[in-house]
């Protein structure tokens, strides 16, 4: 009998700690399908550092480095560099990737890295108790920011999927959402972008994932999962760059 949907072969049987509500679960079993669908299993390589992105080692069945807080990118960059046959990943949130990690971030796209960076956005430091992040909407509550996030004292979000689809190193950016059945499967064939990007030695992949935060955002996870469109509001879904897919016409053609 056909089956339609079956358990990722690089997705190990653990169960998931993360809260109820979370959307980190979901971007795994993506992650996985993706790894499986493009048999790099035995050859990818994933980065995480500091948040609850560390964890990845004990659901995703590839080689896993745990990196200082924010160097993620340089981690992955000296790997491939040094095994370039390997297919390299990052997988890290907002604070991390852009806060302390974001000059790593930022100049490993503009030298084209062949690596895949993902970030995962809840806006807020999920893991170290909810703090203002780099990406904290304005007017979003956090305990460092009780009142609201003001511009006029901690600037604007920085729409980094928009930023990077600029940088000549790039050769995929694009944000999406797992919130819906229909933004799950756009997610899962934006995943598959940013790996083809390296695989084909295209440049940097980049591929940003709103998330909810439920315990965070002190919301109920039906409710945070409906708030994701809030946030995708202010950050626009969609890509914003795709050399894969002038790539792949081109061989078409």
Known sequence: MYKAFK???????????????????????????????????EKSVGIASIGCACFLYFYIDVDILEAPHGRAC????????????????????????????????????LRGEKITAIMINNTVYG????????????????????????PNLYGYPPKLAEIFANLEGVAFSGRFAVNTPKRVLETKKAFKKAFL????????GY?????????????????????????AKYFPLGTFKDEVEKFLKGEES
């Open 127 to 150: 893991m170290t108790g909810g703090q203002l992040s780099p990406t904290t909407l304005p007017g979003q509550k956090t305990t460092t920011t009780p009142e609201g996030r003001d």
């Open 207 to 231: 591929i940003e994932i709103l998330s909810s935060c439920p315990v965070n955002w002190k919301m109920d996870p039906v409710t945070a999962n409906k708030e994701v469109d809030k946030l």
């Open 74 to 109: 340089a981690v992955a960059t000296g790997i491939k560099r040094a095994k370039p046959e390997l297919i390299v990943f990052t997988y890290q949130g907002d604070g991390d990737f852009a806060a302390i990690g974001f000059n790593e971030s930022f100049h490993s796209a």
């Open 197 to 204: 990007a390296q695989i084909y030695g295209l440049g940097f």
């Open 7 to 41: 358990f990722p072969k690089s997705l190990k049987k653990n169960l998931f700690h993360y809260c109820p509500g979370c959307h980190h679960s979901i971007a795994h079993r993506l992650l996985c399908e993706v790894i499986d669908e493009l048999n790099i299993q």
